[in-house]
Antibody, heavy 119, light 109 residues
Framework: EVQLVESGGGLVQPGGSLRLSCEAS????????MSWVRQAPGKGLEWVAN????????YYVDSVKGRFIISRDNAKNSAYLQMNSLRGEDTAVYYC????????????WGQGTLVTVSP | DIQMTQSPSTLSASVGDRVTITCRAS??????LAWYQQKPGKAPKLLIY???NLESGVPSRFSGSGSGTEFTLTITSLQPDDFATYYC???????????FGQGTKLEIK
C-alpha cells in the first residue's frame, strides 16, 4: 500500500523558516518524481514544487522561487521542502504527492501538514 | 500563465442524478488534464488523468472527456459518497507548470 506521511508543520513567524518532511513507503521511491502541493484555508489547490527521481531536476511555482527548496534522500525514502523567508500567504496545508511524469498526474497524496505563518 | 476556469462553482444534485462539471483552459493543453475529488479535511484523490483515463480503483460512473481547451467530468448515477469538491488540474511546459481550477462543490439537493 502506498503511503506518504508528512511532518514538520507548525506555527512560524513571518520571515522564519520551516522544513517539511515526507516519508514514503509501499512503492519504489527511486523510480518516482515527488511533489509538494498546498492549500490555503478554505481555498483551492496550488502546486508548489517537483523533484525528479535523482534530484537532478527541480521546478517551482514562481511565488516560492528563491525561498523554498525541494530535496530528497533516496536512502531514506523521503522528500523535503525547506521553506525560508515565510510570508502570511504561505499559510496552508502542505501535501506531499507522488507525481507520474509520463501522464502528468499526482496519483497518491499524503494527509497534509499545516503551516501557519503569523506574528 | 494558463488559467483554468471550472463551472459551475457549486452544483446541487440528488442521489441517482447525472452531473457534468466543465473545466476550460485559457489556451490549449492538448489532453494534459486531470480531475481530483476532495472531501473536507482530506487529501485530494485522483479520478481521471490525461483527460479521459480512469485511475485504477475509481468507479466507472466517473468519466472524463475533452481536449484542447474544454474538458468535462461526468458522474452518472450519483452516490452518497460522491458529494465532495472536484478540481481539474492542467499541465503545460510553461510557468506555472501545473495549475488547478478553483473547484466545484457538489452538494446534496
Amino acid at each position: 500500500e502506498v503511503q506518504l506521511v508528512e511532518s514538520g508543520g507548525g506555527l512560524v513567524q513571518p520571515g522564519g523558516s520551516l522544513r517539511l518532511s515526507c516519508e514514503a513507503s509501499g512503492f519504489t521511491f527511486t523510480s518516482n518524481w515527488m511533489s509538494w502541493v498546498r492549500q490555503a484555508p478554505g481555498k483551492g489547490l496550488e502546486w508548489v514544487a517537483n523533484i525528479k527521481q535523482d534530484g537532478s531536476e527541480k521546478y517551482y511555482v514562481d511565488s516560492v522561487k528563491g525561498r523554498f527548496i525541494i530535496s530528497r534522500d533516496n536512502a531514506k525514502n523521503s522528500a523535503y521542502l525547506q521553506m525560508n523567508s515565510l510570508r502570511g500567504e504561505d499559510t496552508a496545508v502542505y501535501y506531499c504527492a507522488r507525481y507520474r511524469d509520463s501522464t502528468k498526474r499526482f496519483d497518491y497524496w499524503g494527509q497534509g501538514t499545516l503551516v501557519t505563518v503569523s506574528p | 500563465d494558463i488559467q483554468m476556469t471550472q463551472s459551475p462553482s457549486t452544483l446541487s444534485a440528488s442521489v441517482g442524478d447525472r452531473v457534468t462539471i466543465t473545466c476550460r483552459a485559457s489556451q490549449s493543453i492538448d489532453t494534459w488534464l486531470a480531475w481530483y475529488q476532495q472531501k473536507p479535511g482530506k487529501a485530494p484523490k485522483l479520478l481521471i488523468y490525461k483527460a479521459s483515463n480512469l485511475e485504477s480503483g475509481v468507479p466507472s460512473r466517473f468519466s472524463g472527456s475533452g481536449s484542447g481547451t474544454e474538458f468535462t467530468l461526468t458522474i452518472t448515477s450519483l452516490q452518497p459518497d460522491d458529494f465532495a469538491t472536484y478540481y481539474c488540474q492542467q499541465y503545460n511546459s510553461y510557468s506555472p507548470m501545473y495549475s488547478f481550477g478553483q473547484g466545484t462543490k457538489l452538494e446534496i439537493k
